[in-house]
């Protein structure tokens, strides 16, 4: 346990922040798993709107530290490729 006042404050602070960033976290990964359940068995536009969240939430994570920018950038990228896979294979199975 920490002895000093500024160490206790420390301890405080980093639990509240702890806190909220695993709500952050945890939010994160039902958005991404939202998406894959619609990918699954859904139409493209509902998927796209799933995506357009995630990627948002995936920022503000990004841009406020709680996860690193590489995660963001690379979660978005996987989602994106999952996304154009599908777009692409709506195109071959259209007639024309």
Do not use: F, W
Not at 44 to 53: G, I, P
Not at 68 to 74: D, M, T
């Amino acid at each position: 346990m920490p002895h000093t006042r500024s160490a206790k404050k420390s301890l405080r602070k980093n639990r509240k922040r702890r806190l909220a960033n695993r709500g952050v976290k945890k939010s994160l990964k039902t958005q991404i798993k939202q998406v894959l359940a619609v990918a699954e068995s859904g139409a493209l536009e509902d998927l796209k709107k799933e995506y357009n969240l995630a990627a948002k939430k995936l920022d503000k994570a990004a841009a406020r530290r709680v996860i690193h920018p590489n995660l963001a950038a690379r979660k978005k990228s996987q989602l994106a490729k999952m996304i154009h896979g599908k777009e692409h294979a709506a195109k071959a199975a259209a007639p024309g």
